[in-house]
């Protein structure tokens, strides 16, 4: 059966990332949405909690946890509370550590992953999403053939920190099948291109890419000759922005009910109104319904199990529910929740992306 009782190591990791959300993220979200940047105090802050790296084998210079799921959804519900930009940012490099903890050869985590484990930021990302109308992430337009080593082709977008990772991750068909490459920063044929301009988590730097015949070692396919579990990392991704789903949208619930008892009008707070009432109530149930489909999947992956059905529907179920609950956040402060004064416009803008942030993020 499902526990709901978090293990006493959770609840440390709960704990401490709350307080570092509360602390500097909620401080500096807004600020750093304006700026469109992160500064690198915040980062290197957050870099000391040791959340990417705690995975990686104590040989390698990592903490040597093993990996959790369902530990990872707790905390990266807590950090998008904080801020969906910062969260992002601060959980990139394990767009490529895990992969190759879970399922890369010995040489490549004795390459890779010490690089890592230093005592300030450093970025790794991983490429999945193609910028064209039909993507599917079941079937990658970028393809891999094998020439001596690998000839990779196609284009990316919506690359964290593309610009200044050493590697990174390449999804991309390889015949009949999903498969991650990993590519050098300086690897010839990989171009990047401009930072995005996007309507949400403005704070995040992320590119476009193209691999024009890029040629890297045939030692650089993750996994080796047995490949990767694709379907397992792609359900890692799932549970991942699902969990930042829901710290997006408890956010704003949490500020528009808060709100709603604060605001007197005529004579009464305005949580009062059936109305407001209503819609608040609504935000919860959609909040906590959402976080356990998604608790539902992770606790499978843990198992070891074949979650991809949960894992959509987490995933799906998600992306409809922050839409309607940061939706529903604005609509609670009336014309005041469409003043950047104020963060619900800046949830909205966020909770937005989430049908487009395939493979942006993992746990």
Known sequence: MISFSPSEEQKM???????????????????????????????????????????????????????????????????????????????????????IVEMGTAEQKKKYLPPLCGAKFTPATAAFIEPRYNFDPTEFGTTAKKSGGYVLSGEKCYVPLASDAAFMLVYAREGNSNQCFIIDKDAKGLEIGEREKNMGIKALATYELALKNCKIPAENRLGGNGGCDYRR??????????????????????????????????????????????MLADMAIEVDAARLLNWEAAWKLDKKEDATREACLAKMYADNMVMLVTDYGVQVMGGHGYVRDNPVELWFRNGRGFTTFTGMAIV
């Open 13 to 99: 990791i709960v704990n401490t990332v709350k307080q570092f959300a509360t602390d500097v993220m909620r401080k500096k979200f807004r600020e750093c949405d304006e700026a469109g940047e992160i500064s690198a105090d915040i980062i290197n802050a957050a870099w000391e909690l040791g959340l990417a790296v705690s995975c990686i084998p104590e040989e390698h210079g990592g903490a040597g946890w093993d990996h959790s799921a369902l530990t990872g959804t707790l905390l990266a519900e807590e950090l998008a509370w904080g801020d969906l930009s910062m969260a992002m940012h601060i959980l990139a490099p394990s767009l490529a550590i895990l992969p």
């Open 233 to 278: 990392l792609a359900n890692l991704s799932r549970v991942a922005l699902a969990a930042m789903a829901v710290g997006v949208a408890r956010g704003s619930f949490e500020f528009s009910r808060d709100y709603a008892k604060e605001r007197y009008a005529f004579g009464e707070p305005i949580a009062a109104r059936q109305a407001i009432a209503f």
